[in-house]
Each structure stands twice: as C-alpha cells, then as structure tokens.
C-alpha cells in the first residue's frame, strides 16, 4: 500500500551542527505534509508543514524542502540544540478540502544531539 | 489558550474490559481525530469526528467507537480489550475550514494486562 516512510531510522550529530532528516513518501494523491517532533511520553508537537504547491518553507530554526518529482521531503534543523533531541515523523495528506482526511505516518526518526 | 487535552494520563485494564479515553479539542477546534500509537511506530489513524458524526475510519475493527459532543469534546471506546490494544491513543484537533494542521494532546497510555 502506499505509505510514508524514512530512510534513517536514528540521526546522531554534534550540538551546533546542521540536521537534515528525510522521508520519501509514496501516494501521488497527498499534497499536505506536516513534521513533528515527538518526546519521549509526550504527544506530537506539530513543527512545520508544507503544500504540495510550495518546494520550500521556513520558520524558526527549520526548513522543510519538497521534491514532488522523486516524492521526496526533508526537515533541515539549523543549529541543532540539545533540547532538539526526539523522534521526528513526517506525516502526509491528501486535502479534501478543510481538515478533512487522516495524517498518514512514517515509523519516524530518532534525533539524537550531542553536547 | 488551552491545547487539546486529554484524560487520563494512564489507564490499566485487563482482557476483555472496556475502556473511555476523553479529549477536549484545542480553543476554536471544531474536528477531532483519534490516533493510536504502539511503542516505536508512528501513529495509526482510527477515525475522525466533525459535527458530531464520524466522518471517516481507519482499518479499525469496531470494538473502536468514539462520540463527539456539542462542544465538540471527544471520546474514545475500546470494547472487550486485547493485549495488542495496549498503546498510547493520541487526540488531535483541526479547525474545519481553516486548516489542515492537527495538533496532537498529551495522550492516554493504555496498558492491557
């Protein structure tokens, strides 16, 4: 079935480096996809997302690009902090208009940061 | 601005119970989806709720049920429980016609002994 999923299964790095963490999704149909960052006992906490009709966007600390032609999504952490250390899902959609319609998740990425 | 709630924290059952998670949507949240979560995986979707109706399921049996409220609160119903039951269940809440953003609760850790 088509489904979201990651390449790395954890992600260690240097406290002040540049992370990158990947996803390769698979359904054509989605055009919403939306980063969390989940602690550990904790819920997911909603980080950035991104339309299908967009290849970039930025917030605080993170960039999130979109490659429709290789169905391919990554989640860019500048600066990486301690704090930053979770597991990291992408999750996509397909917009029926409005909220409409299930988060479909990959199995996620820890992101391990070390001081 | 409250976020979306949920209660209880914890909950431990045994085989063949019953059991009722609660979530209280986001301040100006009018849609609420359930998710399960086993250790170590991403969340599986079990069905969403606008106007007090579901609107859509996942690949849940139906020992899954839910309600939604005229406040649009939310409730969860596990029938005659199994040991793979055991998982946390996360509360999401979206606002209908302005976004597809779902924004998650704490969520409830239920254990089946």
């Known amino acids: 079935g088509e489904s979201v999923g990651l390449h790395l299964p954890t992600l260690s790095v240097q406290e002040g480096d540049n992370s990158i963490i990947n996803c390769a999704y698979s359904?054509?149909?989605?055009?919403?996809f939306i980063w969390y960052k989940q602690e550990s006992g904790k819920g997911p906490q909603f980080i950035i997302d991104i339309r299908s009709n967009m290849d970039k966007r930025q917030g605080q600390r993170v960039t999130v690009l979109l490659n429709k032609t290789v169905k391919h999504l990554s989640l860019q952490i500048a600066a990486t902090q301690p704090g930053d250390s979770a597991v990291y899902f992408c999750a996509e959609k397909k917009n029926y208009g409005g909220s409409q319609g299930n988060l479909i998740f990959g199995k996620g990425t820890k992101l391990s940061v070390k001081p | 601005d409250a976020g979306v709630t949920q209660s209880p924290t914890h909950l431990i059952k045994t085989r063949g119970q019953q059991v009722t998670l609660r979530c209280s949507p986001k301040?100006?949240?009018?849609?609420v989806s359930w998710y399960q979560q086993a250790l170590g995986q991403g969340p599986q979707f079990i069905f969403q709720?606008?106007?007090?109706?579901?609107?859509q399921r996942g690949n849940f049996p139906d020992r899954f049920s839910g309600h939604q409220f005229p406040n649009y609160s939310s409730e969860l119903n596990v029938n005659a429980l199994l040991l793979g039951d055991s998982a946390l269940y996360l509360c999401a809440s979206s606002y209908e016609r302005y976004t597809d953003t779902q924004y998650f609760g704490p969520g409830t850790r239920l254990t089946v002994l």
């Open positions: 709720y606008y106007e007090e109706e579901e609107r």
């Open positions: 301040s100006g949240h009018d849609t």
């Open positions: 359904n054509s149909a989605s055009d919403y």
